[in-house]
């Protein structure tokens, strides 16, 4: 007996662990050749499919996310195709339905593998973070540097229960979807409205700011170079 249950079967424990990791292969192939449609394509196809277009549209994104692909990237995106709102909507609804679907896919599938490799270790990592398993889980989320499939399928192998799990995930992905979907959405906007007007103003204030900091590093190093040396 284990803190994990009955010892099970080896060759099904690496079985399963094989199928996780042939799951993530696939998703890293897929998101290195596939490509994906344009703003446009993904407007016209929406209008056209109604609340059908919406639900796979939302589908395919919990697909996407489980893969090892950037979320600050496919939210942005979602906000530049959709808008702010709507995007906002996609892509936390997206990245909430595949932080679980990975949860429960690493549970299920890399767990047992992970408890007999680590054996003692894993349970004092569990010790640690299931007693304050929200709290860890909400740090995940607010750290940006932490990749969001690693929070995901990392919590899945350790013993943190769904609902705290769940809970930090939701709470934690707030700002961040705001602010990536507001970053996609802007620059939408920005480039429907950009004009002449615009651009000009912005390229010469560019210019002068260029030549100014060019003039002043090149004044500072002629001034270094007039000092005398040391006798």
Request: no cysteine.
């Amino acid at each position: 007996m284990t803190q994990d249950g009955p010892v099970r079967d080896g060759g099904g424990i690496w079985l399963r662990a094989a199928v996780l990791g042939v799951l993530l292969a696939v998703g890293v192939v897929a998101a290195l050749v596939l490509d994906l449609p344009d703003a446009g394509q993904v407007r016209t196809w929406l209008d056209d499919g109604g609340a059908a277009a919406w639900a796979l549209l939302l589908a395919g994104l919990t697909v996407v996310l489980l893969a090892p692909v950037p979320r600050s990237v496919v939210s942005a995106l979602v906000g530049a195709v959709l808008g702010f709102w709507a995007g906002l909507a996609v892509a936390f609804a997206g990245g909430l339905l595949s932080a679980m679907v990975a949860f429960g896919l690493s549970r299920a599938l890399g767990r047992p593998a992970a408890a007999r490799l680590a054996g003692p270790r894993l349970h004092r990592v569990d010790d640690l973070f299931t007693e304050r398993a929200f709290v860890s889980v909400l740090a995940g989320r607010l750290i940006p540097v932490m990749p969001f499939v690693v929070v995901n399928y990392g919590a899945g192998l350790s013993r943190v229960r769904f609902a705290p799990y769940f809970a930090g995930t939701a709470v934690g992905m707030v700002p961040s979807t705001v602010v990536q979907v507001g970053v996609g959405a802007s620059t939408a906007f920005v480039v429907d409205h950009l004009t002449a007007l615009a651009v000009v103003p912005a390229v010469v204030v560019t210019l002068v700011l260029l030549g100014a900091a060019l003039w002043w590093a090149r004044r500072r190093s002629r001034r270094a170079g007039e000092q005398p040396l040391p006798g």
